[in-house]
């Protein structure tokens, strides 16, 4: 099993940025792949972004292709969400995930979450 804590939400005004960081803990960090999601109030889940232990392949929703960047510190078992030129329609609950092999069929263990309020 995988702990996941996120940080690094808050208040951000349109075209800003910011980043979300994951801190992992529990089984091996190399041996999963790492997803960020998000969720705002009344819309399904969506998947924003993941990447392989290895941090070789990376993978976007098409929202966020060109604004976002996931990445990786193996050695602080702790991946980021680089988030630019933020747009109001992306306030949400930020949520880090941890699956198995790139791609994973599903994520299995999830963190509590990181709010993220763009104003206009």
């Known amino acids: 099993q995988v702990q996941l804590v996120e940080s690094g939400g808050g208040l951000v005004q349109a075209g800003g940025s910011l980043r979300l960081s994951c801190a992992a803990s529990g089984r091996p960090f190399s041996t999963y792949t790492l997803g960020w999601f998000r969720q705002a109030p009344g819309k399904e889940r969506e998947f924003v972004a993941r990447?392989?232990?290895?941090?070789?392949?990376?993978e976007y929703g098409d929202s966020v292709k060109g604004r976002f960047t996931i990445s990786k510190d193996n050695a602080k078992n702790t991946v980021y969400l680089q988030m630019n030129s933020l747009k109001p329609e992306e306030t949400a609950v930020y949520y880090c995930a941890a699956g198995g092999s790139y791609p994973p069929r599903e994520y299995t263990s999830w963190g509590q979450g990181t709010q993220v309020t763009v104003s206009s």
């Open positions: 990447i392989n232990w290895s941090g070789t392949r990376r």
